[in-house]
């Protein structure tokens, strides 16, 4: 299994902020993803974080809003630009392991102002 | 875009009882996986079935994957009131989607001592 750790756990950001989140894996893994949850609710995947290239976004998040790096196996950033109150979310990194597993970190809970 | 529907989505009963979660799909999968999430924290993996009519148990927790990998279920024997939290399935729907998972909605499950 792989053991992923997100900084920082929490944050209260005011609107038009940007915030920098980081994941780190304590082991090279293919592939990490970045996903967001609604307190309560399920998680929707927003980017896969591709080491070396560009991020693969799913429908409904753009790049400028969501830059990621990656910049090594074991490491990834997600940054929320522009803040605004509906950016208010748990954000969730988490890591493909063997036999299609995935692990997640703990999460960053974010709330905009 | 690939669905999975779960259910139910709240769930309440007493100490002792069995209860049984549903994710059901019209779509093939080549992985489905549960976690279970405390408030606070990431999903934590439970298990992931790989093979159609795939049954898995985990102490008191039982995992079937269809035998046509579209649905699965988990059924937890005398549920205990350590229990409680969100419950996920996620799949894996393979080819160009390969590694990344579509959540069903959840199911909030509490048990009372």
């Known amino acids: 299994s792989a053991v992923i750790s997100q900084k920082p756990s929490r944050d209260i950001c005011q609107r038009g902020t940007s915030l920098t989140i980081q994941c780190q894996v304590d082991?090279?893994?293919?592939?990490m993803f970045w996903y967001r949850q609604q307190p309560g609710q399920s998680l929707t995947l927003i980017a896969t974080?591709?080491?070396?290239?560009?991020?693969?976004?799913e429908s409904g998040f753009v790049i400028d809003k969501f830059p990621i790096s990656r910049p090594n196996l074991t490491f990834s950033t997600l940054t929320v630009s522009n803040m605004s109150p509906e950016d208010s979310s748990i954000y969730l990194c988490s890591a493909r392991g063997g036999q299609e597993t995935q692990y997640f970190g703990p999460g960053t809970r974010l709330l905009v102002l | 875009t690939q669905l999975l529907e779960q259910s139910p989505q709240f769930l309440s009963i007493q100490e002792g009882e069995n209860l049984t979660v549903y994710c059901n799909s019209s779509?093939?999968?080549?992985?489905l996986q549960w976690y279970r999430q405390e408030p606070g924290e990431g999903p934590v993996l439970l298990v992931t079935v790989v093979t159609g009519g795939e049954v898995k148990k985990l102490k008191r927790l039982t995992f079937q994957f269809g035998d046509a990998r579209k649905d699965s279920s988990l059924h937890i024997t005398a549920a205990q009131p350590g229990d409680t939290g969100l419950y996920l399935c996620a799949a894996n729907a393979g080819g160009t989607s390969y590694g990344k998972l579509t959540f069903g909605q959840g199911t909030i499950l509490t048990v009372h001592p």
């Open positions: 082991s090279q893994v293919t592939m």
């Open positions: 974080a591709n080491q070396g290239s560009e991020a693969t976004y």
């Open positions: 779509s093939v999968f080549s992985s």
